[in-house]
C-alpha cells in the first residue's frame, strides 16, 4: 500500500515538473538551446537530448498523459537528430580541401558595402565537384557585383572551408559552413521569382526613402522599417548598441505586430471570411520576411505570428509564451546552430521577458490615468527586456547600457509612428498622381528621424550611458534576473491568492443570501 502511494507521488511529481504546466513548451524549449549550445562544445550533448526526449515520453504513454503536455520533448528528439547531421555536416566541412565547383547558385543574401559585397548562395546543382546540391555557401565579391539577390547564377567557383576564419560562429549560426569567392567566371542562368520580388520591394523602398529624405535619416527609418544596417555610421551604430535600442533596428515581434495590424485592418475593409484574410495576411507576411532576408530575428517573430493566428483560426486560444517556445523549436530543427547568432538570443530572451512579466508584474500595476498607465507599462516592457537580456548582452559586448530605459521610453512611439507612416506612405506612393501626399508624409517622417537620431546620439555618446564589464558580471547580471523571476512568480502567487481569497468571499456571501432568502 505503501509503495502504491509512493509511486502514485513520484507520478504526481513527474507530471508537475515535466507536463502538467501552463507552459508545457518552455522547459523543451529550454532543454533544446541548452542542449545545441552544448553541442558545441561537447559531442555527447546531442544524445543526452535524445535520451530525455525517449525518457519523457516513454512515462508519459505509461501515465497516459495528453499529447500537447509532451509534444515539445518529440520535438527536442527531432532536435538532436538535426543536430547529429549538422555535426556530421561539420566534420565534412572542416575536411573539406579547397575544390572547383560547376554548378547553378541562388543568391539568397546580398550585403553591399563601401568596397565589397557579401552574401549568400544556395547551391542548386552539381555538375561537377563535390558539394552537396542545398548547401550553404557565404561568398564576397567586388563592389563592381553586377548581380542582384534572387538572381540564379551558373559557372565555377573555388569552394573553400567556411570554419577557418573569424566569421566561423556567424557562418555556422547560419548553416552556412563554406566560403567563396565570385569571379567573372559566372553568368546569370534564371531568376527565383519570390526572392528576386522581395529584393525589388526592398530596393522600391530604400529608393523612396533616400529621395525624400537625407541620409541620416533615412538610414534610421530603413533600420527600422527593414533592420537594414548597411547605411549607418560606426559612430551611430556605437551611439546605438551604447544608448540600449539595438532591438529596436532589428525586425522583430513589435515591427511584425504593427504591420499586421496594417493589412489585417485594411482586409477587413472587404469583408472577407477568416481563412481568405488568413491566407491573404500571412502570405503578406512570408513576402515581408523575404524582403527582409529570412534572418533568425525576422523568422522567429514570424513563425510566432503565424502560430498564433492559425489558433485563431481554429478557433483555440493562442498562447504567446508557447507559440515562443515552439518557434524556437522550429527554427532549431531546421538550423539547430541558430542558437549562436546574437540577434537571435536577444530576440526570443528579450521577447520571452516582455511576454513573462506581463503576465505577471503587469497585473499588479493599478494606475487609473490612462497615459501613466501605458507609461509604467512601457517602462516595466523595457526594464523585463534589458533583465533578461542582460547576461547574454555583458557576455557578448562585455557592457551593458545603464539609459536603456531612459532611451525605449523617450522613443518607443516615435519608433511605432515611423512604422505606421512608412507602411502608409509606400502604399499610397503606388497610387498614380499621389506625390504632394507623398511629399508630405515624409517630411513628418523626416521630422520623427531627426528626433530618433538626436536622443539616440545624445544619450548614446555620454560616458555614463554604458558601463564596461568584466565575463564575472555574467554571473552577478544572471542573480539579478533570478532575482527578478522570483519576484514575478511571487506576485504572481499574490495575484492567484488575491483572486482566490475574493471568490471564497463571494461564495460565503452568496450561500448567506440564500439561507437569508
Not at 559552413?177 to 546569370?188: Q, S, V, W
Amino acid at each position: 500500500m505503501r509503495q502504491e502511494n509512493n509511486s502514485s507521488d513520484l507520478c504526481g511529481l513527474f507530471k508537475k515538473c515535466f507536463l502538467k504546466i501552463r507552459y508545457p513548451l518552455l522547459i523543451p524549449a529550454l532543454i533544446c538551446s541548452a542542449g545545441t549550445l552544448a553541442s558545441f562544445k561537447f559531442s555527447c550533448a546531442a544524445e543526452i537530448l535524445i535520451i530525455i526526449g525517449v525518457f519523457v515520453l516513454t512515462v508519459s504513454v505509461i501515465l497516459k498523459i495528453k499529447l500537447r503536455n509532451f509534444i515539445g520533448f518529440i520535438l527536442c528528439i527531432a532536435c538532436a537528430f538535426s543536430v547529429k547531421s549538422f555535426e556530421n555536416n561539420n566534420r565534412i566541412a572542416d575536411n573539406f580541401k579547397d575544390s572547383e565547383i560547376s554548378g547553378s547558385f541562388l543568391i539568397t543574401e546580398l550585403v553591399s558595402r563601401s568596397n565589397y559585397e557579401r552574401g549568400q548562395l544556395k547551391v542548386l546543382s552539381v555538375k561537377s565537384g563535390k558539394l552537396e546540391s542545398g548547401s550553404k555557401v557565404s561568398f564576397f565579391a567586388k563592389s563592381s557585383f553586377a548581380y542582384s539577390k534572387g538572381d540564379i547564377i551558373s559557372g565555377k567557383l573555388i569552394i573553400k572551408n567556411g570554419l577557418n576564419n573569424k566569421y566561423r560562429n556567424y557562418n555556422i549560426s547560419n548553416g552556412s559552413l563554406y566560403e567563396t569567392f565570385i569571379n567573372k567566371d559566372i553568368k546569370r542562368s534564371g531568376r527565383n521569382i519570390i526572392y528576386s520580388s522581395a529584393d525589388k520591394a526592398a530596393k522600391y523602398i530604400t529608393s523612396l526613402t533616400e529621395s525624400y529624405t537625407d541620409k541620416d535619416s533615412s538610414a534610421t527609418i530603413l533600420g527600422i522599417i527593414l533592420g537594414d544596417k548597411t547605411g549607418f555610421t560606426d559612430e551611430f551604430y556605437s551611439n546605438i548598441r551604447h544608448s540600449g535600442i539595438s532591438h529596436v533596428m532589428v525586425v522583430s515581434g513589435m515591427h511584425l505586430a504593427i504591420i499586421m495590424g496594417f493589412v489585417r485592418a485594411f482586409t477587413k475593409k472587404f469583408g472577407l471570411n477568416k481563412y481568405l484574410e488568413f491566407i491573404i495576411t500571412n502570405g503578406f507576411l512570408l513576402f515581408f520576411m523575404a524582403v527582409c532576408g529570412f534572418t533568425q530575428s525576422v523568422m522567429r517573430a514570424g513563425i510566432m505570428y503565424i502560430i498564433l493566428s492559425l489558433s485563431g483560426l481554429l478557433n483555440r486560444e493562442g498562447d504567446s509564451i508557447n507559440a515562443l517556445c515552439l518557434a524556437v523549436m522550429i527554427i532549431l530543427i531546421r538550423t539547430p546552430y541558430a542558437v549562436l547568432n546574437i540577434s537571435f538570443q536577444l530576440s526570443v530572451l528579450s521577447t520571452l521577458g516582455i511576454l513573462y512579466s506581463s503576465n505577471t508584474v503587469s497585473k499588479f500595476i493599478k494606475i487609473k490615468p490612462k497615459p501613466l498607465k501605458a507609461l509604467a507599462d512601457s517602462a516595466l516592457t523595457s526594464v523585463s527586456a534589458l533583465l533578461f537580456t542582460l547576461p547574454v548582452v555583458i557576455y557578448q559586448f562585455g557592457e551593458f547600457s545603464v539609459v536603456s530605459v531612459i532611451t525605449n521610453l523617450l522613443i518607443s512611439y516615435a519608433v511605432t509612428a515611423v512604422l505606421t507612416l512608412m507602411l502608409a506612405v509606400t502604399a499610397i506612393s503606388l497610387i498614380p498622381f499621389s506625390g504632394v501626399i507623398v511629399y508630405f508624409l515624409f517630411k513628418i517622417l523626416q521630422i520623427l528621424a531627426d528626433y530618433l537620431n538626436s536622443v539616440i546620439n545624445y544619450l548614446g555618446s555620454r560616458s555614463y550611458s554604458f558601463i564596461k564589464c568584466s565575463d564575472k558580471a555574467v554571473a552577478f547580471a544572471a542573480v539579478i534576473l533570478l532575482v527578478f523571476l522570483i519576484i514575478c512568480a511571487g506576485s504572481k502567487f499574490m495575484f492567484y491568492i488575491k483572486n482566490n481569497s475574493l471568490k471564497s468571499k463571494d461564495e460565503k456571501e452568496c450561500r448567506l443570501s440564500l439561507k437569508v432568502s
